[in-house]
């Protein structure tokens, strides 16, 4: 019985943790591009999920409707944000643009709240069979949907960087900007391009939790939750960053299960990731994928 249910555990934390290197995938994009943390990620989960359940509510659309719309108007956000609000910034301080992101996320929590208020929202029923029965265990269906649209995400995001002109130009510009642009790449319009996807990968995330677990201002804190995942894996390392958040979420429900059936400590889910992230670090500081960069002075 508890080997199912151990099964049980780490197939969900197999789930959660493709949702986690999705995100943690963003997350990277834009740091390989620009050299930017963005601790606005967790808001772009927010809007996408927010504009998705908007769209079904009202409008009673399809999901897959509003879903695409979704992927629409992330796209054009990110996009707006890095033309309008960073692109001017190009060439300052590194941490004038980390600031100037963490206002990002704090204006764009508080624009969530007041057009759709605080109270948590269900998405309407997307599947007619709530479950499926996979092995002998039940999994709710659209458990099973976010796993198949990260798949799917992680997919085509390495297509897009290993097999086309803009991937090329993508890895180019993650490797030396100025060497970039003196081969005619334009890194004004790789920034915009990596903006744009790391919205697009994050609102579709958004769209997956919330309909798993609702939408409420708190969801914004999956962004802040990725974090282990992507210093774990290396933050410059797509790689990195997609088994980074499949390790973290494994370990979550792993923990989950041990400290339910065996410690009772009530709290290890949330803190046994950071305990392994530490003894990670210290064998290896700049991630299991990470590049190490030597300085000399």
Do not use: H
Not at 160 to 171: D, E, N, P, Q, S
Not at 177 to 193: C, D, H, Y
Request: aromatic share 12%; proline share 3%; charged share 10%.
């Amino acid at each position: 019985m508890k080997t199912q249910l151990l099964l049980q555990f780490l197939l969900n934390g197999l789930i959660v943790g493709t949702l986690y290197g999705m995100v943690a995938m963003a997350f990277v994009l834009i740091y390989k591009a620009s050299k930017i943390v963005n601790f606005a990620q967790g808001e772009f989960l927010l809007v996408g999920a927010w504009t998705c359940w908007w769209l079904l509510a009202q409008f009673n659309l399809p999901f897959y409707v509003g879903f695409l719309i979704v992927m629409v108007v992330m796209t054009l956000l990110g996009l707006l944000i890095q033309v309008v609000i960073l692109r001017p910034l190009i060439g300052q301080p590194i941490i004038s643009v980390i600031m100037v992101t963490i206002g990002l996320s704090v204006f764009m929590q508080a624009m969530m709240k007041w057009i759709f208020g605080t109270d948590p929202k269900s998405f309407k029923p997307i599947f007619d069979r709530k479950t499926v029965e996979i092995a002998g265990m039940n999994f709710e269906t659209v458990y099973i949907m976010s796993a198949v649209l990260a798949v799917i995400s992680m997919a085509s995001f390495a297509y897009l960087f290993k097999a086309t002109k803009i991937g090329l130009a993508m890895r180019a510009t993650a490797f030396n900007q100025q060497v970039a642009s003196s081969l005619g790449v334009s890194v004004k319009r790789i920034f915009a391009v990596s903006w744009a996807i790391s919205a697009v990968v994050s609102g579709v995330a958004g769209i997956v939790v919330g309909a798993v677990n609702g939408v409420s201002a708190g969801l914004s804190s999956f962004g802040l939750k990725v974090f282990p995942a992507v210093i774990l894996g290396g933050f410059d390392s797509i790689v990195g960053a997609v088994v980074g958040g499949i390790l973290i979420g494994v370990l979550e429900n792993l923990a989950e299960f041990v400290d339910g059936q065996y410690l009772q400590w009530g709290n290890l889910y949330s803190i046994a990731p950071f305990y392994v992230l530490v003894l990670v670090l210290m064998i290896k500081p700049y991630g299991l994928f990470g590049t190490r960069d030597i300085e000399r002075v």
